[in-house]
C-alpha cells in the first residue's frame, strides 16, 4: 500500500486522518442511535396523516391551460408544500375517481378533485387533492393502497 503522502495527503491529513481511525487503519464505527430519540415517521406516513398545502406544479409556467392539457394527458404533477424542500409527485389521473364538477377551466374558477396513483418509497399509494383554479393551489393527502397477491 503506498504511503499516504505518495497518494498525495500531506503531513496533516494524514494526522488527522489516523486521529479519525484511532490510529490502527480501522474506522471507528458510529455510536450506536440513542434509544431515547424519537425515529421519526417515513415521508409516506408523514402524508397520510391530515390534509396538507398542495399546488399544481407545472412548467414553463404555472396556468390553469397547463393544468387541464396534464389532465387530459393522464399525468399531473402535484407539490407538497409542506415537507422539507417540498416533495413533488407525478400521478398517474383516476378519471373515475376525479370531480371536475366544479371546475372550470375556462374562467380559471373552482375546485378540482384529482386522484391518482403511484409508488412512494416503495409503497403503494393514491393521491388525493383539491386544487383551486385560482391559485392552483389546494389541499391535499396520500392513503395507502392494499397490494392484493
Do not use: W
Not at 42 to 56: F, K, M, N, Q, T
Not at 68 to 82: P, S
Not at 91 to 106: G, L, N, Q, T, Y
Amino acid at each position: 500500500m503506498p504511503c499516504l503522502h505518495q497518494r498525495g495527503v500531506d503531513r496533516h491529513e494524514a494526522i488527522k486522518l489516523a486521529e479519525e481511525d484511532g490510529g490502527d487503519g480501522e474506522k471507528t464505527p458510529p455510536p450506536p442511535p440513542d434509544p431515547q430519540k424519537k425515529s421519526e415517521k417515513s415521508l409516506v406516513d408523514r402524508l397520510c396523516v391530515g390534509s396538507h398545502p398542495v399546488e399544481a406544479s407545472l412548467r414553463p409556467e404555472r396556468t390553469v391551460k397547463l393544468f387541464k392539457e396534464a389532465i387530459d394527458r393522464n399525468y399531473v404533477h402535484i407539490k407538497f408544500t409542506d415537507t422539507r424542500g417540498g416533495t413533488e409527485l407525478g400521478i398517474r389521473v383516476d378519471h373515475e375517481a376525479c370531480d371536475f364538477k366544479k371546475a372550470d377551466f375556462e374562467n380559471c374558477a373552482g375546485t378540482a378533485h384529482i386522484e391518482g396513483t403511484l409508488i412512494l418509497d416503495y409503497v403503494k399509494v393514491r393521491r388525493v387533492a383539491d386544487i383551486d383554479l385560482d391559485t392552483l393551489e389546494g389541499k391535499g393527502r396520500l392513503e395507502k393502497v392494499e397490494v392484493s397477491d
